[in-house]
């Protein structure tokens, strides 16, 4: 057995380039406590993947049958004695020829000839890597996938998983390997034929040595290919296979299916909180749904363990997690009834986001008097697809038409309680979450074939986003408004709803959006008359502070920009204190406790100073804080600004790059400017600041973008009751 890291032939094109520069880039980041861990993502991915043939079919045989797959993570240390038996000489060399974080710490290891530490990621109950070493192809014989093959020579899926998978970009193994401090990892695997095998991979980089070696180097038994190369095949020799998995004390059974990576001296962030913490926010809906368990070193996470767990590790959070799997009960027994509401759409419409107009009046009317009596929305919503059809027989492309739908849930919550999924077959794509923190409960659901097969092509390499990627491109025409049309749908229904339900202002919609903390607008004496709804809790924006400011987009020329201007914050103070007023004299519709009624008085009082002029030094000095970037439909604000490219994106700070106007007024003591951030701090209640600039153009293309922005205000002195 041997390390192998073979040469480029020379009639194949040299790669000068590096394909895995994300990876080693993020090596280099700093490493706070709750640094996610990739490779829970695609440990878990490919749990599910191979655990289920088709979503429904699978999962249902698996619950019936009490085969739910099972994940172990834990941490061993090892004798050096036996990790070295698995490395050589040319191993070595090659660490210190690549782009490991330490060049020198597997020397330093093994001068000192203490324990290895190592994490164990081991899946059970699924049936291992499937496939061939001995098919030297990523096609068998009878023309099924050749899994093995495929996961360890090819970086890019060369075959479809199917529609019903999570995977298929083919880059997740790499995951395993930058969990390690020395970029390997190894894999043990027992398929449901019982054959055995076990190999490693080292993901070493560019050698500045050997410019045309492989970036991979792999580990197994050395034997020849069909072109007489020479290749790696994994080790299959039962003895051998005994002492390997004696010597890294894996858990699993002799003839145990299932697969466990390894991997050598685990990165920092991988703690065990970290691997708890960041399992549960990610796959929280195939925990609850018993789609999968898992034991993370000590601790049981699966729908009956898993709030149990939640209370011990994020305590916190617990209630709000206890709210959204109640949440997820109710929608699962709405799905098995099938009781949704139908809208239509005309197939020549094509629309990008849900719109009012595809409801009758009298329909919102009923949605909103359900969604404020907390009881879930639940709608199907039609989805046009057009799949691109090779004509062998024509020699030409044509265009299929083809309908199909995706399931929406929402259910009002305490403001603060939000949490939301979007789930395609088993899967989460988690960067597509709008409503954390927000008012409101929410579920997407990708169940038809159609529309798995549609999304699964436009799901991103790491699964947390769809996009237009190039497999998109091939199978689909007129793609653009089907990606939006999901992305938006929460939050197009969440403003359907308010905007039939309250006045919508700047702040409201950021919270319905997710897009952050503001100062709260309330609502209007009209929607307040109008509120038949018995019982009511007092809102919490009450207490809030009365909104100090307005911000508008504004354009002057090829200038585009922001003002962002005080209210009359003396006619909002007492506009809530005729608004509390109300509340007090109405008990047929508002539960009020003495508390609350003790609250509500003091605010009055702290409201009508305010309006008088008094005791305004509390509120000042504060800080207007707006963030800028450019307008990606259907992705929540925090995501749109984690993708803010400052290359390509504006720069309000380069006043010699940009032309920047700016004009100021009244109460402001400074403005800071960064690359998409202005901070105004205001020491009064009167100010207006104004911000023209050109930056908003995209040097490559000259296309200019659409501004969306984010404003909040933040005070040190005051706290809302």
Known sequence: MKWLRTKALDSHTKNNLNPYTHFFNRQNESEGDLQETPLQDEGIQNTIDGARISFDERIQNALDSNTIPLIKISQKDIDIDFFEKLIDQDFKNWIKDSQVRDKYLLEKKIEERNKISVLLFEDFNTTGIKGDWNTHEPKLPDGSRNDYHIYLWYIGSPMEKGSEKGGGVGVGRLTFAFSSKINTFFTYSVQETKKKFFFGMSCLGKSEKIPSFDQIARFGISTKAKDESEIIVPINDEDELETISNGFKLERKKDETGTSLIVPLPTDPITKKNLIINSIQRYRYAFYNDYINMEVFDKVINKDQILNTITQVMPKEANKYRDYFKFLDECKEINRNEKFREITIDKADNPAKIKKDFFKESEIDKIVEEYNDEKVIALKIPLNLRKIFDNQEKKQEEIIEVKSYFKVFLKKTEYGMGMDDVIRGPMPVSDLRTLDKSDTLGLVLIEDDEALKFFRKAESANHRLFEKTEELKNSYDKYNHQLLLLKSSIAAIKTIISDKDIEVSDDATKDWFSFGAGEDEGINKKSLNKEKKKNKKISDWLF??????????????????????????????????????????????????????????????????????????????????????????????????????????????????????????????????????????????????????????????????????????????????
């Open 544 to 721: 809030q502070t009365p909104k100090s400011y307005i911000v508008n987009k504004i354009s002057n020329k090829k200038l585009n920009g922001l003002v962002i201007e005080s209210t009359n914050f003396k006619d909002e103070c007492i506009k809530r204190i005729n608004q509390i007023n109300e509340i007090i004299k109405d008990d047929e519709h508002y539960i009020k406790t003495k508390n609350d009624l003790e609250k509500l008085e003091n605010k009055k009082i702290e409201l009508k100073e305010w309006s008088e002029g008094k005791n305004l030094d509390i509120l000042f000095p504060a800080k207007i804080k707006i963030k800028c970037t450019e307008d990606v439909e259907g992705i929540s604000f925090e995501k749109a600004l984690d993708h803010h490219d400052k290359k390509l994106d504006f720069n309000f700070s380069n006043k010699l790059k940009h032309n920047i106007l700016e004009k100021s007024d009244g109460d402001i003591e400074s403005i800071e400017k960064d690359v998409n951030e202005i901070i105004i701090t205001i020491n009064g209640p009167k100010f207006s600041y104004q911000l023209l600039f050109d930056a908003t153009i995209n040097e490559l293309t000259g296309q200019s973008y659409d501004l969306i922005y984010d404003a909040k205000l933040d005070r040190e002195k005051y706290i809302t009751n």
